[in-house]
């Protein structure tokens, strides 16, 4: 076919580019292995690419340093985790919309003395509108996301509306809301909301919640130092990384069935823990460049 002539050249003009977070398909599509990294004798896998101390590049078969790009892996989550630096854009995106019937709240939140006559006129759904998102910390460092009724309020059953979000959970004036519930909240968001989301400049990205984690090629990560009875690590994000897949492999091993919302609770803080600490690391290097391998750069060209 015409097409596929090597001196067929399509042209195109490049009209603009786009920074975004990498979704779950573009990190597997990234990856150069099908198989995710699941134990930290991995993280210096030899499809990762040079250097290696011994040994081809086994994704491209380059043995020479300077030859081989590097190649990247990936890390499945076992649970769904808030990107850590993304939870204010998220927090912002759910507060602007009614989590009960995922209309867009047109109505600034009201004031106290407003009754509730008058709140059933202008708000769509009267009791999940007095829900307020606010971001949280754990002891730890864990960021989260809590939901929280005025106390004059709250009734049995106020969070009930949740439900079909995954799970039956909470009788009090506060209660999280998981990572997992937010992206099926994300999948359930209306055409129509979305629009007006983006309207005021909120534009929600798959990648606010994190269910893989990029494992950056041989070529970015300072090797082990031996003296010949220990290894040492001089790569702190190495071992933040190294953290990361004990706290999945801890997540794993500890499940006999599906979780319930409080176990997935402590899975999430956990997890969501490690990673924070881990991109930080990577972060602080002076190689900040390295902390852009979770975004994809996307060049929108016009044919
Ligand atoms: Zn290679
Ligand atoms: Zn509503």
């Not at 070529?219 to 220990?230: E, F, M, N, Q």
């Amino acid at each position: 076919m015409e097409e596929n002539s090597p001196s067929t050249v399509l042209e195109g003009k490049i009209t603009g580019v786009s920074f975004s977070l990498a979704t779950t398909q573009e990190i597997c599509l990234s990856s150069i292995s099908d198989c995710p990294i699941s134990h930290a004798s991995q993280l210096s896998n030899p499809f990762l690419g040079l250097p290696l101390e011994v040994g081809k590049c086994e994704a491209c078969g380059a043995a020479e340093p300077g030859k081989c790009e590097g190649h990247f892996g990936y890390i499945e989550l076992p649970v769904p985790i808030y990107h850590p630096s993304h939870i204010t854009e998220l927090k912002r995106i759910l507060s602007l919309i009614c989590l009960k019937c995922l209309k867009f709240k047109n109505k600034r939140p009201q004031a106290k003395n407003v009754g509730v006559l008058e709140r059933a006129f202008t708000s769509c759904c009267e009791d999940a509108a007095q829900v307020t998102v606010n971001e949280a910390k754990t002891a730890d460092g864990a960021c989260y996301l809590e939901l929280k009724v005025p106390s004059r309020s709250r009734r049995d059953g106020c969070w009930d509306f949740l439900d079909r979000y995954g799970y039956h959970y909470g009788d009090g004036i506060a209660r999280p809301l998981l990572p997992s519930e937010v992206l099926i909240i994300l999948k359930k968001i209306p055409d129509a909301t979305k629009k007006k989301l983006a309207g005021r400049g909120c534009f929600f990205q798959e990648g606010y919640v994190m269910q893989h984690l990029p494992v950056p090629p041989n070529c970015l990560s300072t090797p082990d130092v031996s003296d010949g009875i220990s290894v040492m690590s001089s790569d702190i994000s190495m071992t933040m990384l190294k953290k990361v897949l004990r706290q999945v492999e801890i997540i794993k091993s500890s499940r006999s069935g599906k979780p319930n919302f409080e176990s997935l609770e402590v899975e999430v803080h956990d997890l969501q823990a490690a990673v924070a600490q881990y991109l930080q690391s990577r972060g602080a290097k002076v190689l900040y460049f390295l902390h852009i391998f979770l975004y994809i750069i996307k060049l929108i060209i016009y044919l």
